[in-house]
């Protein structure tokens, strides 16, 4: 069974920085895609990045592209996001998700379609 575990989170003023972990354990599948969501309180909850165990691809949303980075550690088993430059807007509770894939699907980042999810951890911005 896969696990995901967040941590990382917390209260930053804007401007500054955190860099959150997801540990992950448990993955057998060879294809799979393994990214961040973000839900702001009273909205939905939206993906904000992935990385894909296919070809180490990543997006990200428009909201965070050129100041949030993903990477994974060099076994795979820790997922990281670098947030830089931190906006009131990116208040939110942070949740790690993967989805499995085959080899030639197409990747959709969309909260239904996740298979496992990490309880999350909340990221706090504010002056």
């Known amino acids: 069974q896969v696990q995901l575990v967040e941590s990382g989170g917390g209260s930053v003023n804007p401007g500054g920085s955190l860099r959150l972990s997801c540990e992950a354990s448990?993955?057998?599948?060879?294809?799979?895609?393994i990214g961040w969501f973000r839900q702001a309180p009273g909205e939905e909850r939206q993906g904000i990045s992935y990385i894909s165990s296919r070809d180490g691809s990543t997006w990200y949303s428009n909201a965070v592209k050129g100041r949030f980075t993903i990477s994974r550690d060099n076994a795979g088993n820790t997922l990281y996001l670098q947030m830089d430059n931190l906006k009131l807007e990116d208040t939110a509770v942070y949740y790690c998700?993967?989805?499995?894939?085959?080899?030639?699907?197409?990747?959709?980042?969309?909260?239904?379609?996740?298979?496992?999810w990490g309880k999350g951890t909340l990221v706090t911005v504010s002056s």
């Open positions: 998700a993967l989805n499995v894939v085959n080899k030639y699907s197409n990747i959709v980042w969309n909260q239904y379609l996740m298979d496992y």
């Open positions: 448990g993955i057998t599948s060879d294809y799979y895609v």
